[in-house]
């Protein structure tokens, strides 16, 4: 899924915050426009800011996967990298991105693994999974 168009349009109204690959983790950089980009791991572009680490301050976070089941458990790529950062953004609302074809009957899952509050997909009318109603994401 692109998510280039989401950040250069709301960028300018608020603080984007993008993984940045570093040995089995990910650390998280501020944004601050597509000059300060570079190629990463995995040749994806990662940002060259400053490391971002107050985890509280996070209000939503979308999280990438290979697939998604309607009870939001999310199937990543293997490496764990979501399943270590995750637990360190507890109250921000995690929004699971995918294409349609991604939403799959059931991903296997174990207990620790975080649920996705909610899926977002390309069609609008898999917005969300009925595990949970569309939150809000507001905080006050």
């Known amino acids: 899924m692109d998510t280039h168009t989401f950040i ?10 993008l993984p940045v690959v570093v040995g089995d983790d990910l650390e ?3 944004y601050t426009g597509p000059d300060d980009m570079t190629t990463g791991s995995y040749g994806i572009e990662e940002p060259t800011g400053e490391v ?4 509280a ?6 999280v990438p996967g290979v697939a998604f089941d309607r009870k939001g ?5 293997g490496k764990g990298y979501y399943d ?3 637990p360190r953004i507890p109250s921000a609302c995690k929004a699971g991105i995918c294409f349609p074809f991604q ?3 059931e991903v296997p899952a174990e207990s620790f693994d ?6 977002i997909t390309t069609n609008e009318n898999e917005l969300s999974h009925p595990y949970h109603p569309l939150p809000s994401c507001d905080r006050e």
């Open 8 to 17: 250069k349009k709301w960028s300018s109204e608020k603080r984007i915050l």
């Open 28 to 30: 998280l950089r501020i």
């Open 52 to 55: 971002f680490t107050d985890y």
């Open 57 to 62: 301050a996070i209000d939503f976070i979308a």
């Open 73 to 77: 458990n999310r199937l990543g790529r």
């Open 84 to 86: 270590r950062l995750l």
């Open 103 to 105: 939403l799959v009957e």
């Open 114 to 119: 975080i649920r996705m509050d909610i899926i």
